[in-house]
């Protein structure tokens, strides 16, 4: 940004400013099903075709087919003069709902939830507040009223959990050594996505998955199996109820969520009641010290704002806040994708 070439001609803004286009592209592809249709289909398709299996306009599909090859989220190839699309690898691996490595639900989400929120992010900046009243017509008592403001809500949202840890689940359960910690608490654990992997990555480790009472029972109809007997589960509110002993605490995605005085309550509880010679691990992204990014880091800040009270926050200052309440010997270790990790011991008497 910045260099003559730009100054001359701003290209970079331009992308900027086209970059929801191409978001919301992608996100309607995956709302008509077109990745799903593609893959079932044993040979290349027409416009015409989908169009029709979707239900929509001819017109209609064919521009968003043909900005979904310049995407190079799809492949056309012409026979008699008529265009036949394909997925790429890439699509078919991480856009379809039948792929192990699926995003679908993330991008559903992020289409359908993140975009309306981020419609007032000018609002959420003058405010300092999130816009779920504004997106949504509600106004919730706290963050989760507003996230689980329906039951099919509350399932879009576990879903798009899922989807986040599928990218980078081991990576982030394999950055220190926690075959020690035999006894796990995932708090917030949502999904079971993570308390999954961690069971896979240390086989004498047993997790509790600590969420809502509503959260618990959809985990165990739709995500846990029920055979799945390394995994169990309590029921309460982190904030307002007791939470179970344990020797780790896995708080995946929750300190963003919440002011510095409500991560400090919290984090002061976890202490409590983790064993002596236990520890306690948090898996957020992080910003640069110094302020510089990383960009991702930056924009999931101003997500934060327009959908919790919390933040994304550095290193040091998620370190702060553990050995505010007692935890010692803080690591920090980095994955290289989006999700880090940091570490906290409370050392024994």
């Not at 359960?173 to 926690?178: E, G, P, Q, R, S």
């Not at 308390?195 to 896979?200: D, L, R, T």
Request: hydrophobic share 40%; aromatic share 10%.
């Amino acid at each position: 940004m910045g260099s003559s070439e730009d100054l001359d001609y701003p290209k970079t803004l331009l992308e900027y400013k086209d970059g929801f286009l191409v978001s919301k592209t992608m996100f309607t592809a995956c709302e008509l099903g077109v990745f799903d249709l593609l893959l079932e289909s044993e040979e290349p398709l027409s416009s015409a075709a989908i169009a029709q299996h979707v239900g929509s306009s001819v017109d209609g599909m064919e521009r968003l087919l043909s900005a979904c090859v310049g995407l190079k989220l799809l492949k056309a190839e012409l026979k008699n003069e008529e265009a036949f699309y394909r997925n790429t690898e890439l699509s078919s691996l991480y856009l379809t709902k039948s792929s192990p490595k699926s995003l679908h639900h993330m991008m559903i989400y992020s289409s359908q939830t993140l975009y309306r929120c981020w419609l007032y992010l000018a609002d959420a900046v003058r405010e300092g507040k999130n816009q779920f009243e504004k997106a949504f017509g509600i106004s919730p008592k706290n963050i989760f009223e507003g996230l689980y403001r329906s039951e099919e809500e509350m399932i879009k949202f576990m879903h798009l959990m899922n989807s986040v840890w599928t990218l980078c689940s081991r990576d982030v359960m394999k950055l220190f050594d926690l075959s020690p910690f035999t006894t796990v608490c995932d708090l917030g654990g949502c999904s079971g996505a993570l308390a999954k992997e961690c069971i896979s990555v240390y086989p004498e480790s047993t997790v509790i998955i600590y969420d809502l009472p509503k959260v618990v029972e959809t985990a165990k109809k739709h995500f846990v199996s029920p055979d799945e007997h390394r995994i169990g589960f309590q029921e309460g509110d982190f904030f307002e109820d007791s939470i179970p002993e344990a020797d780790l605490y896995i708080l995946a995605r929750i300190i963003h969520d919440w002011t510095e005085k409500k991560c400090l309550q919290l984090l002061e509880k976890v202490y409590t009641a983790c064993k002596p010679g236990g520890a306690i691990l948090l898996v957020e992204v992080l910003l640069n010290d110094d302020g510089s990014g990383p960009v991702t880091s930056q924009l999931y800040s101003l997500n934060m704002l327009v959908q919790t009270e919390g933040r994304e926050r550095t290193s040091a200052e998620y370190s702060k806040l553990l050995t505010a309440v007692g935890f010692q010997e803080i690591q920090v270790r980095t994955t290289g994708k989006t999700y880090d990790a940091i570490l906290g011991l409370k050392l024994g008497l």
